[in-house]
């Protein structure tokens, strides 16, 4: 064993000591997550999504509202991009975690179905999901596959076919609240923890980058498994900055 695969084996194994003792786990998630099952994050240089779009433009809720086509046009795209994705390790092994009563729940930024698809159970989405879409006017709800249908139907923006109104992803667009149920559940999830692991997230963006200090304030600690810097990395017991797939399988492995 290398000198190297000896500290990730350490703190692997430190990870599960704190996940065995505690009592409240929750795991918080970022796009990191997923980017082992092929989706690009946001912000990694050279690699990001907004590197090649402005996101004032395509993911903003007044670029849905003034213009429609111009923002179904990428959001077709990204729909299409995430359908046939699939469940990557990290996600198996979070919802390990969660069947081994070791976590409480996953509270995600990611609005790409893969906790679930991957067994997690208690998943608070608050940026939303790509699931489904509403009608702004009647409140209809359309599931994805009958949305992509419409779009490959043309035209490219899917109407309600009751209101003749285009369709809103059921995603938190900029501009926009995080949903407030999912927040509170979130918050109070948080604030029960005694023991917080936030995966694959820089934990820039607020108000969900404001969870791992609301269990720092109740009492409870934080594990950073995540690549780059945060403004948690000062509060952590660990932090593992490894791929995220073999980090959190090693967590798993060490229990």
């Given at each position: ?11 692997a ?23 082992p ?26 670029a849905?509202?003034?213009d429609?086509?111009?923002f ?26 969660e ?13 790409d ?31 994805l ?6 779009i ?103 229990l």
């Open positions: 064993m290398t000198p190297s695969s000896q500290v990730v084996a350490a703190g194994r430190r990870v599960a000591e704190l996940l065995r003792s505690a009592g409240r786990a929750v795991v918080l998630t970022g796009a990191g997550v997923s980017v099952s092929g989706i690009p994050d946001f912000r990694t240089p050279g690699k990001g999504i907004w590197e090649k779009v402005d996101p004032m433009e395509v993911a903003h809720i007044d849905f509202r003034s429609p086509d111009r179904w046009g990428f959001y077709s795209q990204r729909f299409a991009s995430l359908v046939d994705k699939r469940p990557n390790l990290a996600h198996e092994a979070i919802a390990e975690l069947r081994r009563g070791l976590v409480r729940g996953v509270i995600t930024q990611n609005v179905r893969l906790h679930r698809a991957a067994g997690s159970e208690r998943v608070i989405e608050v940026h939303g999901s790509i699931d489904r879409c509403v009608c702004p006017e009647c409140g209809g709800r359309f599931e596959e009958g949305v992509l249908e419409m490959s139907a043309g035209p490219a923006t899917p109407e309600c076919p009751a209101c003749i109104t285009p369709l809103k992803p059921d995603v938190v667009l900029f501009g926009e609240l995080l949903p407030e149920a999912a927040m509170a559940e979130a918050h109070a999830l948080a604030q029960e923890a005694d023991l917080m692991v936030c995966a694959g997230s820089s934990l820039e963006g607020f108000p969900v980058a404001s969870l791992p200090g609301v269990t720092l304030s109740a009492g409870g600690r934080i594990v950073l498994i995540t690549e780059g810097r945060t403004p948690y990395d000062a509060d952590a017991e660990v932090k593992l900055e490894g791929d995220i797939a073999e980090e959190l399988q090693a967590v798993v492995a060490a």
